[in-house]
Each structure stands twice: as structure tokens, then as C-alpha cells.
């Protein structure tokens, strides 16, 4: 059996100008025990109170299992619940056309995920599921005096799949990739709404790397994404850049080891390196997801390559 925990005392202090009050006293407290009453079986659970300044105490737990079936296979379960108080300036700021709110409440996090884990010869296999449920979000809204305030929406859910995998061929090649699933909804006063997190539903990446025993290595690497939230849709802001559709961002790196390539007789190691972005040379727009003031703006350079020089002595 294993048992922790933790205590902490914290006097925040945002720096806001324009905001009455600028500090909050916090007080927390952790502990977790993980339990083993066979080999194979891990029993986790925790407990996180905070208290802020004007808040109500909350209770957060955690709880997990993990369960190996076999040598080469496994079970996880996790269960976690998490509080975050509105930030001062969040309550407090006042500005022209702009002012906290002080009645707001208190974030609060549910999340689930299980996940199988197989490991066999070379193979890394594990599929996953989550959801979560956020409820009494704090995000920002146009009154109908078109002041923008802090508020308290009522709930975001989202839950997904995703599948990672690794295989190693033998000593010169390795496989890497993974597939990401999800969907979001939010309850917005009232008003349903699909895709709010503006995150993109499908995510791939592959890679794949060679090792030559004589110092050389060569990595490639793709991401695909799908198009992301259209802000111009969800909140009706005018076209200012591009839509932010859907992009594969290729990288790759080679690395050269001269002594062992060229059998020198050097004291240092001499490495040549070349790393390369966005070789595809994609345009990636990502959409406003923290402010959602402007549609979109630009998330990575054109195609770009690096080159580097390491002594080692």
C-alpha cells in the first residue's frame, strides 16, 4: 500500500490593472492511496478539497484500476472530478464595455476513461475511450446592451476514441501511429450547440523511423488533421483570414554520426543534422479558440529546413 497527500496554502495575486480586487486566498488539500491486494490488480484512490475565498468548499475525487490479464494484456479504468474558482479578473475587472462578474460559480470536471493495453514482440497496442462534463463553464457574453461579461454557461460534454500503436520491425525500424476521435456540445444558455470547443473532430499521425548501425538515422512524421470549428458559423464573426480547413503537416530529421559513417578517427563526436517542416508546404489557420474575436490566424510557416552541427567532446 502506498499513501500520499499534500496541503497548500495559496495567496494568488493577478496583477490587473483596471480590477478592485486583484488577490484570492486558496486553501488545498490532496491525498491518494494505491492499494495492490494481488499482483496483477492496482486500486488508486484520492481526494482533492479546496476552498477559495467566498466559495463553498469542494470535494473532488479520483478513483482508478488497473488490471493486467495477462503478460501481455491490460485493463485501466480512471474516474476524476476537478474545480477550478473563477480567476480575479474574471470577477472583478471593469473597463469600458467590458466587467467581471462576481456572482460567478465554480467550474467543476467529470472525466471517465478506460483504456486496453496489449504489448506483444515488438507490438504496442491500446484503444481509449474518454468523456467529460464540465459544468457552470465560465466564458464571456455579449449583453444585450453589447457590454461583454463573464458568465456562467451550463454544461460542455465531449467524449472520444482514440488508438495508439508502436511496433518495432527490429533493431533499424520503428512504426509509430495513432487515431483521434472526438465530439463536443455545449448548452449555452439555453441554446445547443455542436463542436463549441471549434476542436477538430479527427486527428491521425503516423511516423516512422530507420537507424543504419553505421550513425545514420532517418524520421518521418505526419499529422492529418480535419477542418477545425467554423467561428464565421458558430458566432457569426466575418470572414477576416482563411477558414480553417482541414491540413497534413509532414516533418522529417536526418542525422548523420561522421565518425562512424566515414570511419574517422576523431576525438569528438561529429553530427550533421537537417530537420524539415511542414515539408508540404500546407497552410494552417487555426481558429480563435481562446478569444473567438477574429475567425482565424495563421498557425505555422511555410515549408522550412534547419540545419545543425553537434560537437561532442
Request: glycine share 8%; aromatic share 14%.
Amino acid at each position: 500500500m502506498v499513501y500520499s497527500g499534500v496541503f497548500l496554502y495559496i495567496f494568488n495575486a493577478e496583477k490587473v490593472k483596471f480590477c478592485h480586487k486583484s488577490y484570492m486566498i486558496w486553501y488545498s488539500g490532496y491525498t491518494q492511496m494505491s492499494y495492490k491486494p494481488v499482483k496483477s490488480l492496482n486500486l488508486i484512490a484520492g481526494a482533492q478539497i479546496n476552498k477559495v475565498e467566498g466559495v463553498d468548499a469542494n470535494f473532488a475525487p479520483r478513483l482508478g484500476i488497473i488490471y493486467q490479464v495477462t503478460d501481455k494484456l491490460g485493463v485501466k479504468a480512471l474516474y476524476g472530478e476537478a474545480f477550478r474558482a473563477p480567476f480575479a479578473v474574471e470577477t472583478s475587472v471593469i473597463v469600458s464595455g467590458f466587467r467581471g462578474n462576481p456572482d460567478l460559480k465554480p467550474e467543476t470536471l467529470t472525466s471517465i476513461d478506460a483504456q486496453v493495453f496489449f504489448r506483444d514482440k515488438g507490438w504496442e497496442l491500446s484503444p481509449t475511450y474518454f468523456t467529460n462534463r464540465k459544468e457552470d463553464n465560465i466564458t464571456r457574453n455579449v449583453t444585450e446592451a453589447g457590454e461583454i461579461v463573464y458568465m456562467n454557461a451550463n454544461e460542455i460534454k465531449s467524449s472520444g476514441i482514440e488508438f495508439e500503436g508502436k511496433y518495432i520491425l527490429n533493431k533499424r525500424w520503428f512504426l509509430t501511429g495513432s487515431y483521434a476521435w472526438q465530439q463536443n456540445e455545449i448548452d449555452f444558455f439555453g441554446t445547443n450547440i455542436e463542436d463549441f470547443s471549434l476542436l477538430p473532430n479527427h486527428i491521425v499521425k503516423l511516423g516512422v523511423n530507420y537507424q543504419h548501425p553505421r550513425g545514420v538515422s532517418i524520421g518521418l512524421f505526419n499529422t492529418i488533421v480535419s477542418a477545425f470549428g467554423d467561428l464565421t458559423e458558430i458566432s457569426g464573426l466575418p470572414q477576416r483570414n482563411e477558414i480553417p480547413e482541414g491540413f497534413s503537416l509532414l516533418s522529417g530529421k536526418l542525422n548523420m554520426d561522421l565518425n562512424q559513417l566515414f570511419d574517422l578517427a576523431l576525438k569528438q563526436k561529429l553530427i550533421l543534422g537537417v530537420y524539415g517542416t511542414n515539408l508540404l508546404d500546407a497552410d494552417v489557420y487555426y481558429p480563435d479558440i481562446t478569444n473567438r474575436l477574429i475567425n482565424s490566424f495563421p498557425g505555422r510557416s511555410g515549408r522550412a529546413v534547419y540545419g545543425s552541427v553537434t560537437v561532442r567532446f
